[in-house]
């Protein structure tokens, strides 16, 4: 079964810092892994979505790395801003299955 | 932007109490999921479809849930009766196909008193 871990559970940054968000899974035979964000009370919101056969996708101040071999993704926001404070999930998809971490809440101090 | 819809947003119940829960996915998408999650945790499968067919509804309790997508568009989730451990946001999410990047409606959050 896969396992996907997101450490840590909760971080603060101030303002304009770049951030570091950590996934990891235990099964490397997967099909693609997708970030979200969600809002307290919101559904998710994709922002990124990275193929088994690729190792990074970009999308504005957002960058998604992956390595499937170790089992690990990495979601960098640059120069973060008060506006990004939410909570980041990443998922992984093996076959057609979608498994889930816990996500990491972000704050981002003005 | 086309959005997947859900209602009701809130649902206040009592144990032992029928709730249902409906969504609306994007056009054409022909995977709908129905997620449950717990505050503090990641969503966790209920039940997926293609088209009108159940993919996977391993996850699903059946001796109280049940969920049906008829004509492979909309789709409703239903329990009964509710339990107090029932109480939690529930999730509906489409893609065009099977591992394809999913949309979220806003969730139905469910208190069981």
């Known amino acids: 079964k896969q396992e996907v871990t997101q450490i840590p559970a909760a971080l603060s940054v101030p303002e304009g810092e770049n951030l570091v968000l950590n996934c990891s899974f235990t099964?490397?035979?997967?099909?693609?892994l997708q970030w979200f964000r969600q809002d307290p009370g919101k559904g998710l919101t994709s922002l990124l979505l990275?193929?088994?056969?690729?190792r990074e996708q970009t999308s504005g101040r957002l960058n998604a790395s992956l390595d499937k071999s170790s089992g690990r993704s990495t979601l960098y926001i640059a120069a973060s801003q008060p506006g990004d404070s939410a909570t980041y999930l990443c998922a992984v998809s093996d076959d057609y299955k979608l498994s889930f971490g816990a996500g990491t809440t972000v704050t981002v101090r003005a | 932007e086309a959005e997947v819809a859900q209602s009701p947003r809130y649902k206040i119940t009592e144990k032992s109490q029928a709730v249902a829960f409906w969504c609306d996915p994007i056009s054409g998408h022909a995977t709908l999921y129905w997620y449950r999650q717990i505050l503090g945790q990641g969503p966790e499968l209920l039940v997926q479809?293609?088209?009108?067919?159940?993919?996977?509804d391993s996850q699903l309790p059946k001796d109280r849930f049940s969920a049906e997508r008829l004509k492979g568009v909309d789709s409703t989730l239903k329990i009964q009766p509710a339990e107090l451990g029932d109480s939690a946001m529930y999730l509906c999410?489409?893609?065009?196909?099977?591992?394809?990047?999913?949309?979220f409606g806003s969730g139905t959050q469910l208190s069981v008193l």
């Open positions: 999410a489409s893609s065009l196909a099977t591992n394809e990047k999913l949309f």
């Open positions: 479809f293609q088209d009108e067919s159940v993919v996977d």
């Open positions: 990275i193929q088994s056969s690729q």
């Open positions: 099964d490397s035979a997967i099909y693609n």
